[in-house]
């Protein structure tokens, strides 16, 4: 993790996912916490995906790696809403050296703005035809409460690809038991 990281990067060797955030919005920064954010869908969303057993609080976000989960930002020393970041504070190179270490068998952007920031170029909802080494690149719909045109079914999409990789064994079992 940076020294002056708003928050610590939840990251580890063999994860399934890991989501990419823009950065983390002011009430994160105020508690230590992912996607704590008044009205923010995303805790509620992993756990009706079957992403979690059960519907995990903001305080609780290191407890995704036992389910094969990471969580990082595009963004790490900045926080606030996506409008309010400075420019030039994305890392994308942080990024990728971050995911070429861990190579999670997906990384996901929570918000077309990070991963567009991140692929420098605009894109569609759903798996990209970029990867970072063997990590596949996934584009979803911003969970926060700001994002009005919100769809699930992106999300789905992310949740039953997951479950693909599952039946034929690649790269989807939690850090814990991988390596």
Known sequence: ???????????????RLVLCGSAAGTRSAQVGAYYAGPGNRFWPLLWRLGLTPRQLAPDEFGDVLAYGIGLTDLAKTVSGPD???AKGSDDPQGLRRRIRVCEPAILAFNGKRPAEAYLRRKAAFGLQPETIGPTRIFVLPSTSRANARFTEQPWHDLAALLASLREFGQNTEPAARSR
């Open 1 to 15: 993790m940076q020294a002056d990281a708003i928050l610590p990067d939840v990251l580890a060797p063999g994860l």
């Open 83 to 85: 409008a309010h970041l």
